[in-house]
């Protein structure tokens, strides 16, 4: 079995390519562009993990690069395709729009023409709880209406679920969103929560406490984040549209002042804090309404916070020698 995973290189990517090739008989393609968003040298060292396994191939190649996903595809002839690449993070895509444009609309377009025209069996891909807004009814279901993004980020990530769903309709192409929900584990990402306290904290440094603390989050571990997306994998859209919306998050909205708790008792420091607003593009809240994910796939994350963020942080001293 032949599986396409783009973002390779990337957090959730590695984690994902990491658990298809302990199956036999998988054969994993992985392709990253190794922009420099944020460190290029974690991006390598991630790789570097996959590179050797038996059954894995990376080619360094950029999604929105058409000539270069069509040679692949052609050639390749993937069975599912598990599209992580993407331009991430919702502050950035206030200072630079078009980075967004460029990967996550014209890269999903681009995936999904090759899907079509070198038919795969399924095309899961990586939606992101930020479709939802601002909004405070909760849990988020996905038979919510979503269309007041606060970020261009969150809009890229609702037009790819659009884009997917019409070619699911035209093409009878077999479509996935997975919307994740505040992802973090080791190999985590930089520009999020998770790293930047537990970097902080462990150097001595202040945290950024944006909103003076009165924000909510439902953290998932990067373990269930990975289950989720192998069955999901395998759990094909039928029917008259064959299109389908999950969340996956941990179903548990956590306090922010807790969680910086948490991550000082991980880290065995305490945190100094710095009291900010909420900045533009952010939310109060995000918190999976997970059911739908359960009867579809008998599996839901549930991963504790203090569990998980000591495997981080444990993780993060080990990789910089802290
Ligand atoms: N981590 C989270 O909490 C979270 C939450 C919601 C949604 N997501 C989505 O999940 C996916 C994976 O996120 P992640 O946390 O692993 O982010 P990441 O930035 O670590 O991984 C994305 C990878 O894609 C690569 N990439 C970006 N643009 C590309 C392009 N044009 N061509 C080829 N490669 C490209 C990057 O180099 C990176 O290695 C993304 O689509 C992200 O938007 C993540």
């Known amino acids: 079995m032949k599986i396409l995973v783009t973002g390779a290189a990337g957090f959730i990517g590695r984690a994902v390519c990491e658990a298809l090739l302990r199956r036999s008989g998988v054969t994993v393609f992985g392709i990253d562009n190794l922009n420099d968003y944020y460190a290029v040298e974690l991006k390598n060292a991630r790789l570097a993990t996959l590179q050797g396994v038996p059954g894995f191939h990376f080619h360094k190649l950029d999604v929105a690069d058409w000539v ?9 002839r993937f069975d599912y395709v598990i599209h992580l690449a993407a331009q991430a993070g919702v502050r950035y895509s206030l200072q630079n729009p078009h980075a967004y444009a460029e990967s996550n609309l014209m890269g999903f377009t681009n995936v999904l023409e090759a899907c079509r025209r070198y038919p795969v069996k399924h095309l899961v891909f990586a939606g992101s709880s930020s479709i939802y807004g601002s909004r405070t009814e909760v849990p988020f279901s996905e038979d919510q209406r979503v269309d007041l993004p606060v970020s261009f980020y969150a809009a890229t990530k609702r037009a790819n679920e659009l884009m997917a769903a ?7 192409l077999p479509t996935t969103s997975l919307r994740f929900f505040t992802v973090y584990g080791p190999w985590g990402r930089p520009d999020m929560a998770p790293w930047l306290f537990a970097d902080a904290i462990l150097n001595g440094r202040p945290i950024k406490v944006f909103n003076h603390g009165k924000m909510q989050r439902d953290f998932t571990y990067i373990d269930d984040i990975v289950e989720g997306v192998v069955r999901v994998m395998e759990h094909v859209p039928s029917g008259e549209l064959p299109h389908a919306i ?3 998050g941990n ?13 000082e008792r991980a880290c065995g420091r305490e945190a100094v804090k710095e009291y900010l607003p909420m900045q533009d593009g952010d939310v109060p809240i995000t918190y999976a309404d997970t059911a739908r994910l359960r009867a579809a796939v008998g599996f839901t994350p549930s991963t504790p916070l203090e569990l998980g963020m000591q495997r ?9 020698q802290q």
């Open 312 to 320: 981080f942080v444990d993780w993060f001293r080990a990789f910089y």
């Open 166 to 172: 019409s070619y699911s309709h035209l093409y009878g």
């Open 251 to 263: 179903h548990q909205p956590v306090a922010l002042m807790r969680f910086i708790e948490i991550t």
């Open 68 to 76: 270069g996903m069509e040679t692949l595809f052609a050639q390749e």
């Open 246 to 248: 999950f969340n996956i």
